[in-house]
């Protein structure tokens, strides 16, 4: 329900309000890391992923978002989203894994130096 409530918050601009309820612990099926940008993924069902990007600072956090699937016949890249706006953030729609590549999933950020994962998950 949590989640349902938070889809919902995220489409109608509530963006600082989603990026609490995703990384609160009451969120569990959602796995996060990092601090400035939190980068959480959610297996939704078999071989289906959400991922969620929050900035929680008050710049402008200059970067590509996205979502890797990975299996036995190579890799998938998903470019999602340019650049969050101070304190903003962006949800996903579910996104299925091609066939051969669903083992494994991860989010990502990349800016001009360094990349940040998600969590590594099984789908």
């Keep these: 329900m949590i989640a349902t409530c938070v889809a919902a918050l995220a489409f109608t601009g509530a963006s600082a309000t989603v990026a609490q309820a995703q ?3 009451t969120a569990a099926s959602w796995q ?7 980068l959480c993924i959610e297996k939704v069902a078999t071989d289906k992923v959400r991922v969620n990007f929050v900035n929680t600072t008050y710049s402008t956090v200059k970067a590509r978002f996205g979502l890797t699937c990975a299996g036995p016949s190579g890799q998938w890249v998903y470019d999602l989203k340019t650049d969050l706006a101070p304190r903003g953030g962006y949800l996903s729609g579910t996104i299925t ?3 051969g590549m ?4 991860v989010g ?5 130096t360094s990349t940040y994962y998600s969590p590594r998950i099984s789908i």
């Design 97 to 99: 894994c091609p066939v």
């Design 23 to 25: 990384t609160s612990a």
């Design 108 to 112: 990502w950020q990349i800016t001009s």
């Design 32 to 38: 996060c890391k990092g601090t400035q940008v939190s």
């Design 102 to 105: 669903r083992d494994t999933a």
